[in-house]
């Protein structure tokens, strides 16, 4: 079982900058983070493999977005730049044994953290 908790969620304007955090129970598995804006499906952001070896960004956040990990704080982190009004949305942590793009293969979810991004 691993247990996730998102943190740096929050307000900002547009152009501006965030950064999220996911502590992780531990464990080797892939982590990524997802985004739901309302009345919209969930969509992988950025997943990033345990050696992080291998790392996926959707192409709207592609030169915006940086995920990286430190295993040895068993953490997750999403820097986000240049930040548009369409970023806006609840960012989940999440973990899988299996890289994909599809939410119902992963394995384990965070509670969520709220980004608002002002026009």
């Known amino acids: 079982q691993v247990q996730l908790v998102e943190f740096g969620g929050g307000f900002v304007q547009a152009g501006g900058s965030l950064r999220l955090s996911c502590a992780a129970s531990g464990s080797r598995y892939a982590m990524g983070w997802f985004r739901q804006a309302p009345g919209k499906e969930r969509e992988l952001v950025a997943s990033?493999?345990?050696?992080?070896?291998?790392?996926y960004y959707v192409d709207s956040v592609k030169g915006r977005f940086t995920i990286s990990r430190d295993n040895a704080k068993n953490t997750l982190y999403l820097q986000m730049n240049s930040l548009k009004p369409e970023d806006t949305g609840l960012y989940y942590c999440?973990?899988?044994?299996?890289?994909?793009?599809?939410?119902?293969?992963?394995?384990?979810w965070g509670q969520g953290t709220q980004v608002t991004v002002s026009s």
């Open positions: 990033i493999g345990w050696i992080a070896d291998t790392t």
């Open positions: 999440a973990a899988t044994s299996i890289l994909t793009t599809s939410p119902q293969h992963w394995d384990y």
